[in-house]
């Protein structure tokens, strides 16, 4: 069955409010009338963007395969509506990155290996722009993907309506901000929008239909869900959590889901499961960068990350009602997947290259989502972060929002005097994380690094913390390195920690024992008994090197 807009032609009983739902005894939810009917026009409804102007570009042939690059042409909204600070749905992002240079369309690029193999090159790449494929052969004309959006500093504020050439330590200070002051905002339910253009359920359920790449060469199957947002609820308190978690497509109509221990999208399923029955889901593979960002990093327990964005961006969030499960889509959102993922299910899923830099688990059992309806837009745009050997697009992001949770958190435990927090990407925003503190008191560094290496932000799968002094730039790698080759005494500032927290993922932990690593937790600091004799560091201070840089390095950039 397929349907067109409006969607409530499609026959099926509408599907009320998340708490009003009873189940049949097939476990699906059933339910009544909506609640808050109000339609209102989508962001982009009445604002066309034209696409590419085919009639410039490049062209290459590759493996006997033209492909072209041609420009994203970008026509203004047609009813002469300003530019919204946060670009709301992935068309709108796609106009933002187009009129910054920072978009290139390409058609003709095959999935097989092709998109898999350009993405990697630019994740690799940190000046690399985002790249939207189209023409995919095997798949219709504006079927089309979406990659590398948020790899570069000016793109992510352009996406979370920051100044373009905020600073690394502006951006971490903002997403601080957010974490505390942020106030929720309840979605806004409409009936319809650009997510229910096309409506497929039964046998029309076919997510084949969408070109899907072999990310990595030696995956296990084709991942449609890398740049995921994962919609799940609470089965007791209600809370709609958003996660990124991975998913390999099995069949037409069955995906896997990898979720890790301590995840909130893993607490739901537990809980569902616990009481034998299949856990509601929302999958969505196509969606704005925005959402992407709000769902692969991590925001506190209880507070749902669609209302989070809607408070940072001060634009509740438009939302249909998922007709199978209730859970609510993003009405701008370009392809949903829904279903139910299943207790007493699970299919080999993996091998998949992971963010360590390794095909990290090979092939294992993992529970199994059936999708019973898909949603889409016309021409839709899939959205990809498959990734990579670190530093990769994740990680490029993942940065400054995770520096920001872990310095937020180890504050919120009470430790003084921290001064930044830093997660560096080499180590995947985990496994090599720094903090600097104004020392106030024997055993404070001691203090700092137990409770960054145990935080929620530091426990999963942590492996080195570092305690350096405040005028140590903790995002510079050399400089931490320094420091700890030369204010650290191995013999006394040295300590491990054991059976703590790690995951499947781990690669130094071998096959058939993961689940415990251990930390290494470095005291770079000056040794507090005699930090007024140590030796006077070669400046400048921190603040002052920023000051310099901000005045001086046109030098490094221009040209007579
Ligand atoms: C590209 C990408 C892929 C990810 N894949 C997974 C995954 O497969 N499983 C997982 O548990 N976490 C994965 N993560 C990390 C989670 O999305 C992240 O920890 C997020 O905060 C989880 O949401 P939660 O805190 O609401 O559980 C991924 C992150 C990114 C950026």
């Not at 959205?383 to 995770?402: A, D, H, M, V």
């Not at 008191?441 to 799968?461: D, E, M, T």
Request: overall charge negative; proline content about 8%; hydrophobic content about 35%.
């Amino acid at each position: 069955m397929c349907c067109r807009s409006p969607a409530r032609t499609c026959g099926w009983g509408w599907r009320s409010g998340w708490s009003s739902t009873t189940r049949t005894a097939s476990g699906c939810r059933v339910s009544s009338a909506p609640t808050v009917p109000t339609a209102r026009p989508s962001p982009t409804e009445g604002s066309p963007m034209t696409l590419e102007n085919t009639t410039t570009g490049v062209e290459r042939v590759v493996d006997g395969r033209t492909v072209r690059m041609v420009p994203y042409a970008i026509d203004g909204p047609a009813d002469g509506r300003a530019a919204p600070k946060v670009p709301r749905d992935a068309r709108e992002w796609l106009a933002r990155a187009a009129s910054m240079g920072e978009l290139r369309v390409l058609r003709g690029v095959d999935c097989e290996r092709g998109i898999g193999q350009i993405t990697e090159m630019l994740h690799h790449d940190e000046d690399a722009p985002a790249v939207l494929f189209d023409d995919i052969p095997g798949y219709p004309s504006g079927y089309r993907i979406l990659v590398n959006t948020l790899s570069r500093r000016n793109r992510l504020a352009m996406t979370i309506g920051l100044d373009e050439n905020v600073s690394a330590a502006g951006l971490v200070d903002a997403w601080e901000a957010w974490l505390i002051d942020a106030r929720p905002r309840p979605v806004n339910v409409v009936v319809e929008g650009p997510i229910t253009e096309n409506v497929l359920a039964d046998d029309d359920v076919d997510l084949n239909a969408f070109p899907t790449p072999l990310w990595h060469q030696e995956d296990g199957g084709r991942y449609i869900g890398t740049a995921v947002a994962v919609v799940t609820a609470d089965p007791d308190t209600g809370w709609v959590n958003y996660g990124t978690y991975r998913a390999m497509i099995h069949d037409r109509n069955h995906t896997g889901l990898y979720i890790s221990p301590g995840k909130h999208g893993r607490a739901h399923q537990q809980a569902w499961f616990d009481r034998g029955e299949p856990m509601p889901c929302v999958m969505l593979v196509g969606l704005s960068p925005l959402h992407f960002l709000g769902a692969a990093l991590e925001i506190p327990d209880g507070v749902s990350e669609l209302e989070w964005i809607g408070g940072i961006t001060g634009e509740a969030i438009d939302c249909v009602e998922g007709r199978v499960t209730g859970l609510p889509i993003p009405a701008g959102a370009e392809i949903a997947l829904e279903g139910y993922v299943l207790p007493d299910e699970t299919r080999l899923e993996g091998p998949f290259g992971e963010w360590t830099g390794y095909y990290a688990s090979k092939e294992q059992q993992q529970p199994v989502f059936r999708v019973d309806a898909i949603y889409h837009r016309d021409d839709p745009i899939l959205l990809g972060c498959p990734p990579q050997k670190p530093p990769y697009e994740g990680q490029r992001f993942q940065q400054y929002g995770r520096s920001a949770n872990l310095r937020r958190e180890v504050r919120a435990a009470g430790v003084p005097g921290v001064v930044a927090a830093w997660t560096h990407s080499v180590g995947g925003c985990r496994l090599f994380n720094v903090i600097s503190i104004k020392q106030q008191y024997a055993g404070h560094a001691k203090q700092a690094a137990l409770v960054a290496s145990q935080c929620r932000q530091g426990a999963y799968l942590g492996r080195i913390v570092v305690v350096v002094d405040d005028d140590i730039d903790v995002t510079d790698l050399h400089e931490v390195i320094w420091a700890v080759c030369t204010r650290h005494d191995p013999e006394r500032d040295v300590q491990i920690l054991t059976r703590t927290t790690s995951g499947n993922l781990d690669p130094a932990i071998e096959p058939g024992r993961k689940g415990y690593n251990s930390r290494l937790i470095i005291d770079a600091t000056r040794p507090w008994e005699w930090r007024d004799r140590f030796p006077d560091p070669i400046g400048p201070a921190p603040a002052e090197k920023l000051a310099v840089r901000e005045t001086w390095d046109w030098i490094l950039r221009s040209t007579p």
